[in-house]
């Protein structure tokens, strides 16, 4: 009866239990003791070296899978099995995911120049430090593109010919160097290529900043890395889904890292090509300062982010409790007023 009741139950079989709590005791190893030599290694390195390191390894990160997946999509358009644009989106949204589990906590996890400047304008974040981290950023995405010009090489080689020979070159929407950074159709307008890009580049860039907002509590520390990787995934998928055929880059050290590998395999033209590098490079900064302006103006409640302990008053304890006393006064004089306008309308 005792071996059906606990069968019943969905546990595990009579002794399965005690065989599996005594194979990991018996292989339980203990955790090395640091070293003081480990220690002063690591204290010796300069602070802004792990930082740029870290940048850059997220950004590599977040990248590499990315252009790995349009590559396949892209080498592969008649064989749906290698590649298609929810792969690509998905590619791009976990990379951000590793990257911030695996470098946020060294550098602060920003992997777009975009959000360093707007975490130096709304946030304080050391202007000093702003050029460092989109150098790293952008070299992150640079060694993205060497890597996966090295795997695909020969693929991409054969590619290379085949556009060649039918005319159309290797700079073009689907060309070969359009696994690497974004080129438009011939027919779009730059004016049309602005707005797209200005758009899609806002409308991801108030979700990134909303998930960043320590006030909101639909984020954990602990969800933190797969809410701020999916918050980009679902608009960045969405942006891709519907303007993928109409060009977006959405991040400058993603675009100008893998721009420049594209010039150097492909040629000069990779910049050149219907004048379009500047807007895939530069808008994506005023995109995200309006975005991130929009919620810091209109949407940030910064007395809850006190409230959370995520920040403090800049008067203390005082400043806040006058803030406090000033504002019931206000909510009291306007419930007044209301109550005598009401009143004298009754009357």
Known sequence: MANLERLHTHDLELGATEAIQKHYSRH??????????????EHARPRWLREMMAEATGVFFYVFPGIAAVTTFTLNKE???FGSLLQVGFAFAIGIAFAIITCASTSGGHFNPAIT??????????????????????FGA???????????WEQLSVYAEATR???????FNGGPASVLCAFPSANQSLGYLFLIEFFVDSYIGIVIWSALDPANPFISPQSAPFCIGLGKLLPYACMIWGFADVTISTNLARDLGTRIVAAIFYGGEAFSYNNYSWIAILVNIPATLFATGYYELLMRDSLQKIGRGHAVHEGGE????LHLTKTRQDIERGATAAIEKNGTNGY
């Not at 640079?142 to 695909?152: E, P, V």
């Open 117 to 138: 400047i707007c975490f130096a304008t709304w946030q304080g974040f050391p202007w000093k430090k702003v050029p460092y981290y989109i150098f790293a950023q952008i």
């Open 28 to 41: 339980v190893v203990e955790a090395r003791p640091v070293s003081q030599r480990k220690l002063d290694f």
């Open 318 to 321: 005082e400043g806040l409790t």
């Open 142 to 152: 640079f060694i993205a593109g060497l890597l996966l010009m090295g795997m695909y």
């Open 79 to 81: 064989d749906a099995g």
């Open 165 to 171: 020979a039918a005319g159309d070159g290797v700079v």
